[in-house]
């Protein structure tokens, strides 16, 4: 099994910034293992903001040039800088390995971590 232990979040003023780590731990080769950053608003489905593989990344639309995955394999660890946080931004992000099925990343790891909450006011 794996545990994923995400940390880092908190409330922040539109414009802002703060770093996200995951750290992962038991039955995981995580340097071959591509990384995933996820959020969950309320009401919200989880959506993939933020990926990782071997020398390349992926953003979604919404988060593009603002935010920056990166990971220290020797760590375990994978980290979300963001920058110039919106609002919208606000929600409880959460680290996962990822498959890559059906021409998409999925979830691959069970259960998910705790989570950490990122609130930026306006």
């Known amino acids: 099994q794996v545990q994923l232990v995400e940390s880092g979040g908190g409330l922040v003023q539109a414009g802002g910034s703060l770093r996200l780590s995951c750290v992962a731990s038991?039955?995981?080769?995580?340097?071959?293992?591509?990384m995933g950053w996820y959020r969950q608003a309320p009401g919200k489905q989880r959506e993939l903001v933020a990926s990782i593989d071997t020398g390349s990344t992926n953003y979604a639309d919404s988060v593009k040039g603002r935010f920056t995955i990166s990971r220290d394999n020797a760590k375990n660890t994978v980290y979300l800088q963001m920058n110039s946080l919106k609002p919208e931004d606000t929600s409880v992000y959460y680290c996962?390995?990822?498959?890559?099925?059906?021409?998409?990343?999925?979830?691959?790891?069970?259960?998910w971590g705790q989570g950490t909450q990122v609130t930026v006011s306006s």
């Open positions: 038991g039955t995981i080769f995580f340097g071959g293992t591509a």
């Open positions: 996962n390995g990822l498959r890559y099925q059906s021409s998409k990343y999925l979830p691959g790891f069970n259960p």
